[in-house]
Nanobody, 115 residues
Framework: QVQLVESGGGLVQPGGSLKLSCAASGITFRISIMSWFRQAPGKECELVAITSTGGSTNYADSVKGRLTIARDNAKNTVYLQMNSLKPEDTAAYYC?????????WGQGTQVTVSS
C-alpha cells in the first residue's frame, strides 16, 4: 500500500519558519521525482518545489531563496524547509511522488502564516 504522509504544518507568524516532511512507503523512493505543491482557497494548485532522482532542485519564482526542498533516500523522506514566510504562503501543502509508472499524492498539511 502506497502512503505519502506529510507533517510539520501549522500556524506561524510572518517572517517565521516551518519544516514540512513527507514520509513515503510502498514506492521505490530513490527513482521517484518528489515535489511539493500547494493550494490556497480559491486558487489553483501550484508547484512549489521539485527534486529529481539525482537531487537537483527547482522552485517556483515566488519561493526562490526562501524555501528549500531536500530528499533523504535512506529515510524515504522529502523535506520542505520554509523560511521568511509570508501571509501569501498560506495554503494546504501536498507531497507528490511520480515515476514513469505512477503518480501519488499525500493528504496535505495546512500552513497558515498570520500575525
Amino acid at each position: 500500500q502506497v502512503q505519502l504522509v506529510e507533517s510539520g504544518g501549522g500556524l506561524v507568524q510572518p517572517g517565521g519558519s516551518l519544516k514540512l516532511s513527507c514520509a513515503a512507503s510502498g514506492i521505490t523512493f530513490r527513482i521517484s521525482i518528489m515535489s511539493w505543491f500547494r493550494q490556497a482557497p480559491g486558487k489553483e494548485c501550484e508547484l512549489v518545489a521539485i527534486t529529481s532522482t539525482g537531487g537537483s532542485t527547482n522552485y517556483a519564482d515566488s519561493v526562490k531563496g526562501r524555501l528549500t526542498i531536500a530528499r533523504d533516500n535512506a529515510k524515504n523522506t522529502v523535506y520542505l524547509q520554509m523560511n521568511s514566510l509570508k501571509p501569501e504562503d498560506t495554503a494546504a501543502y501536498y507531497c507528490n511522488a511520480r515515476s514513469p509508472s505512477y503518480i501519488y499524492w499525500g493528504q496535505g498539511t495546512q500552513v497558515t502564516v498570520s500575525s
